[in-house]
């Protein structure tokens, strides 16, 4: 989820009742909610690194233990010396802990809501799980947390001027700790209904292996990739439909294997993002002094009405060949923006002599 997200989630935890447990508990809930993040100073290094190590250790069991001691020990003993006159709550070693224990543990379970996923038994296990069923900025969330939060902040202002008692913070968290449940069960119900739709159907005569259903801004409708023997479908998938629109899917075909794809996902952006990526779909093109062997025939309508994006192999012969270009998609995050893209060019010896990764639709590295 976004950092915003996060935050305010922190915010609700401690109004909700938490801040009574120790002093500094709100500050701790805060900085607990966003630390998990600290590994964004992967970015720095390339995009690559950064999807290789984000979402790894940091946002793991064993690494949120690791932060809530960090960030306990910091807290406590920057209270420590700060001295604060106000001794209700008191400063509380074990309190602290807890707090930045439960609000790393929270900050991993709302990015487990959405379809990146995490790895939570790293670095025992490299297995990513995700719930699939939040974006990772989602406005009724943010609504939820910020009526929660904000409008008893108003009545106390409001209060305060017309001289009545003031109001309390605490009940409004609890009901957008509570809304963000209900969110989630009304999101997982229909998200489970989306996927009943795309497993029951046959796309291009041929029974689903597996599907997906990713999150969109509307909790209902759903972003469907379906994997058959020869081809990825990707199509929406509305939960109070009685079906879905199999026939009318935009359909990858799988690519043929070849020793450019196999020397491409043997590089390193090719294995890190073949261990990242759920619904992988490859595209080569042949380079050539005289002609470029596309890898794509692009979008096309069929008899079928369905839309065919193939991933095919130029031809020419062996003589003719400069190199290739190799591009890998995750289907989750959509293939037209570029977005979510493995890129790598080899020489006509398979020899890579560019790779990069994008997360945004161009290369960062």
């Known amino acids: 989820m976004d950092n915003l997200t996060h935050t305010l989630t922190g915010i609700a935890l401690s109004q909700a009742g938490l801040n009574r447990k120790t002093r500094f508990a709100t500050l701790a809930l805060i900085l607990g909610s966003n630390a998990p993040d600290v590994d964004i100073v992967t970015r720095f290094r390339s995009s690559t690194t950064y999807l290789e190590y984000h979402r790894g250790i940091t946002h793991s069991l064993l690494g949120a233990s690791g932060l809530a001691v960090i960030l306990a020990a910091l807290i406590y003993s920057l209270g420590r010396l700060a001295r604060a006159k106000l001794s209700k709550p008191p400063l509380n070693a074990r309190w602290l802990f807890l707090l930045c224990w439960m609000a790393v543990l929270g900050h991993i379970v709302l990015d487990f809501t959405n379809a990146y996923g995490v790895r939570p038994f790293e670095p025992f296990s490299g297995r990513w799980f995700s719930w699939d069923i939040m974006p990772i900025i989602d406005p009724t969330l943010l609504l939820l947390l910020v009526c929660g939060l904000g409008l008893p902040l108003l009545f106390r202002l409001v209060s305060e001027e017309l001289g009545a008692r003031k109001t309390g913070y605490r009940r409004g968290a609890v009901v957008a700790l509570v809304g963000m449940l209900l969110l989630w069960g009304l999101r997982d119900f229909s998200h489970r ?35 058959t023997d020869s081809a990825y479908h990707v199509l929406p998938a ?6 879905v629109a ?23 952006v090719g294995r890190v993002f073949s261990n990242f990526a759920r619904f992988p779909w ?84």
Do not use: C
């Open 246 to 268: 199999a026939d009318y899917a935009t359909s990858f075909r799988k690519p043929q294997p070849s020793p450019a794809l196999a020397a491409a996902l043997q590089t390193h």
């Open 238 to 243: 509305n939960a109070l439909a009685s079906d």
């Open 193 to 227: 209904r989306a996927l009943a739709l795309l497993e029951a159907n046959n796309y291009g005569d041929e029974p689903a292996v597996r599907a997906g259903a990713f999150p969109t801004l509307n909790p209902l409708v759903w972003r469907g990739v379906v994997e």
């Open 282 to 365: 490859a595209q080569v093109e042949v380079i050539s002094g005289a002609q470029t062997g596309s890898g794509q025939d692009g979008a096309e309508d069929n008899t079928a009405g369905q839309h065919q994006a193939s991933a095919g192999f130029g031809g020419g012969s062996q003589a003719d060949v400069d190199g290739y270009e190799v591009r890998i998609h995750d289907l989750r995050f959509g293939a037209e923006s570029g977005a979510f893209q493995a890129s790598i060019d080899l020489d006509r010896n398979l020899r890579p002599h560019s790779e990069t990764f994008t997360f945004m639709g161009r290369p960062a590295d």
